[in-house]
């Protein structure tokens, strides 16, 4: 088992469906990457070498904001709506629905949190 870009492969996988499930990578980015290196699609994880393996990370890490540093530009983002208390980040602290979803019936999650 390999971990490429902090997400973890399978081995039996196909590359095409493995470079989607990194965070910040999506079906248009993987093609590219694979384009770029000329890496097909349909070989299986355990069957790339460590060097294309590296060069798979590598051009990740130029081109493209990917798992901790995505997820921490968002927990920034967020920081930054409560800092300044906007309406998005009170709701944020809170738990609640932030895009004017209804409370009074749905979001249990919230509704769990009141009842304790």
Known sequence: MSYISGARSVPDEQVR???KKMDGI???KAIQVRYRLGISGNIKMNELTK???DQIEQMI???HVVHWELKRG???DIERLISIS???GIRHQD???LRGQRTHTNARTFRKQIRK
Do not use: F, L, M, V
């Open 86 to 88: 906007r309406y998005r």
């Open 95 to 97: 738990g609640s629905p």
């Open 74 to 76: 968002e927990r920034a």
């Open 17 to 19: 469906i493995a470079s």
């Open 26 to 28: 999506g079906p248009k």
């Open 51 to 53: 060097y294309q393996i």
């Open 61 to 63: 890490g130029q081109d």
